[in-house]
């Protein structure tokens, strides 16, 4: 395994650790429910894949406040 012969300066290392940037998930628009989601992926709003519901979404109730 090859060694370096001498340090790396910080710049050096830093010059080379540009291109590390995070990039933005890219989002599509669900064809059922029109809501922005992952591409490849199930639906979290309907639960619609590729045309057909895959899994079933409960929709939770909201609770009455009482005094």
Same mark, same amino acid.
Not at 9 to 35: F, V
Not at 38 to 43: F, G, M, N, T
């Given at each position: ?17 540009? %291109? ?11 064809? !059922?429910?029109?809501?922005? #989601? =992952?591409? %490849? ?11 057909? !519901?895959?899994?079933?979404? #409960? =929709? ?8």
């Amino acid at each position: 395994m090859a060694l370096p012969k001498r340090k790396h300066s910080a710049q050096r290392g830093r010059k080379r650790r540009t %291109h590390w940037k995070i990039k933005a998930t890219s989002l599509t628009a669900c064809p !059922q429910c029109k809501q922005l #989601k =992952v591409p %490849h992926q199930v639906c979290v709003v309907c639960g619609y894949y590729d045309g057909r !519901q895959v899994i079933e979404i #409960k =929709v939770k109730e909201k609770k009455k406040k009482s005094r």
